[in-house]
């Protein structure tokens, strides 16, 4: 009963934790957090990505 109800210490905010960055889809519009090189909109499986 260890891993459910207490707080989860997860450090979100932190940008040195997450290694991807953040860009935008530019068919969808959408948001998302894309590692490696060619990262790929998670929404629609576009390429065509613009780096925020
Ligand atoms: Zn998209």
Do not use: W
């Amino acid at each position: 009963m260890c891993s459910a109800g207490g707080p989860v210490d997860v450090d979100l905010n932190d940008p040195l934790k997450g290694r991807g960055k953040k860009y935008k889809c530019n068919d969808c519009g959408a948001t998302f957090t894309g590692i490696g090189k060619h990262p790929m909109c998670p929404t629609c499986q576009s390429e065509d990505v613009t780096e925020m």
